[in-house]
């Protein structure tokens, strides 16, 4: 089965610092990979995805997110860190294959704070 | 174009009441997703339709059925609520609903209490 692990239910940076969310998967299969940020009361919005090709892959706002199969890792970075960042975070993956297509599968969620 | 548009907004029930979530997915799109997402937790995938199917069914009990109608829109039921289903509730679409690299749309939820 799949699942997914998000390091730091919680992480603070200072606005100009860089960000850094950790997530790893477990998956037989490297599956197709998500990370989404949540704003409070909203919905989730698509920062980026990996699905082929190119493990480096540019979202938008600024961040980017490298896929390592040997380390089943999809860690997510920004450069320098922007107040309006602030928000909270959630890594997903869906499968490639049999009845885990289509649906996500999310990590417990990183919430991110940006100091002034 | 307009996104994934939930309703209601919000929600207020008691404990064995049944209750209704409707989604509008984004024009085009032809699968919708159901999601719970509990405070401070991720998501949870309960459903998935496409072309008005049952595509795939999370780990709900009986009590959570749901139906897309043909214009591609949904519904979420769930019966006898149990204070356990206070919940953000999440509607997401995509174009399709077997390829997992699809990305999902989200609308802003539902948000659920159970009193």
């Known amino acids: 089965a799949q699942s997914v692990t998000q390091l730091g239910s919680h992480v603070s940076v200072s606005e100009g610092a860089l960000v850094l969310l950790r997530c790893n998967y477990s998956?037989?299969?490297?599956?197709?990979l998500f990370w989404y940020v949540q704003y409070p009361n909203q919905g989730l919005q698509l920062l980026l995805k990996?699905?082929?090709?190119?493990?480096l892959v540019k979202g938008i706002n600024g961040f980017e997110a490298e896929f390592k199969k040997s380390e089943t890792s999809f860690h997510l970075t920004k450069p320098s860190a922007h107040m309006s960042d602030a928000a909270e975070y959630f890594c997903?993956?869906?499968?490639?294959?049999?009845?885990?297509?289509?649906?996500?599968?999310f990590g417990k969620g990183t919430k991110l704070s940006v100091k002034p | 174009d307009a996104g994934v548009t939930q309703s209601p907004t919000h929600l207020i029930k008691t404990r064995g009441q049944h209750v209704t979530l409707r989604c509008s997915p984004i024009?085009?799109?032809?699968?919708v997703s159901w999601y719970q997402q509990v405070l401070g937790q991720g998501p949870q995938f309960i459903f998935q339709?496409?072309?008005?199917?049952?595509?795939g069914r999370g780990n709900f009990p009986d009590r959570f059925s749901a139906r897309q109608f043909p214009n591609y829109s949904s519904e979420l039921n769930v019966n006898a609520l149990l204070l356990g289903d206070s919940a953000l509730y999440l509607c997401?679409?995509?174009?399709?609903?077997?390829?997992?690299?699809?990305?999902?749309?989200f609308g802003d939820g539902t948000r659920l209490s159970i009193l």
């Open positions: 024009s085009g799109h032809k699968s």
């Open positions: 997401a679409s995509s174009l399709f609903g077997w390829e997992g690299n699809q990305p999902q749309h």
């Open positions: 998956s037989s299969v490297p599956p197709y």
């Open positions: 997903a993956v869906s499968g490639r294959d049999g009845g885990s297509q289509g649906n996500l599968i």
């Open positions: 339709y496409y072309e008005k199917e049952e595509r």
């Open positions: 990996y699905t082929t090709g190119a493990t």
